[in-house]
């Protein structure tokens, strides 16, 4: 018995110094006992803004990091500020006033017939154009006197004149055809869709 006595307090002698070396117990953890305010941290993402992204910017006021964005209004890159944006896309950026971005490349649709549509060269303004459009009017005639017809987009007006002389009667007639947009729908000097007005910035530096 005394033997065995004697082995259990060296066992014992042998863990103490062990025990003495680990870490404290931790307490669980639950939505009450977690204090975040004693943890740092930190936002970090897998990468930042490409420089050269552009973005739309719906209002006046300026984002908090504007340092870092130019309004593209083909204003001039300064080479020693942005490096990497000069580099990229020359000493001015794009002057994208009163323009619509569009996809670089071309497709086939069949939304309204086919059609192919293609854009410009990458970082040229393609000019606006109206597709090709074929309809038809229909007019009356009659044999005298001033008579104004109109069907859709077009209008004629004409004038028939008729004179006598030493050979009979004569005709002038006198014809305009005319084609105007404004009796089927809205006009204006441009072709444009539906649309609402932002700012584009472009992304100067990281």
Request: glycine share 10%; with cysteine; net charge neutral.
């Amino acid at each position: 018995m005394l033997q065995w006595v004697r082995s259990f307090f060296t066992i014992c002698l042998l863990i103490l110094p062990l025990l003495a070396t680990l870490p404290p117990p931790v307490a669980g953890a639950d939505s009450t006992s977690f204090d975040p305010t004693k943890v740092a941290v930190k936002a970090k993402g897998s990468g930042g803004v490409p420089v050269g992204t552009i973005i739309s910017w719906p209002v006046a006021t300026n984002p908090d990091d504007m340092d870092n964005w130019l309004e593209c209004n083909g204003q001039s890159i300064s080479q020693s500020v942005y490096p990497e944006l000069f580099a990229l896309v020359g000493p001015k950026v794009p002057d994208l006033r009163g323009l619509f971005l569009r996809g670089f490349g071309s497709q086939d649709s069949k939304h309204f017939g086919e059609v192919t549509h293609s854009s410009g060269a990458l970082g040229d303004i393609q000019g606006d154009s109206i597709r090709e459009n074929m309809t038809r009017g229909e007019f009356e005639a009659f044999c005298a006197g001033a008579v104004q017809r109109k069907s859709g987009v077009f209008a004629k007006s004409y004038t028939i004149y008729r004179s006598r002389d030493q050979s009979g009667w004569s005709y002038s007639p006198n014809a305009v055809l005319v084609f105007d947009m404004s009796s089927a729908g809205p006009t204006s000097n441009e072709n444009r869709p539906v649309n609402m007005a932002v700012r584009y910035l472009m992304r100067a530096r990281s």
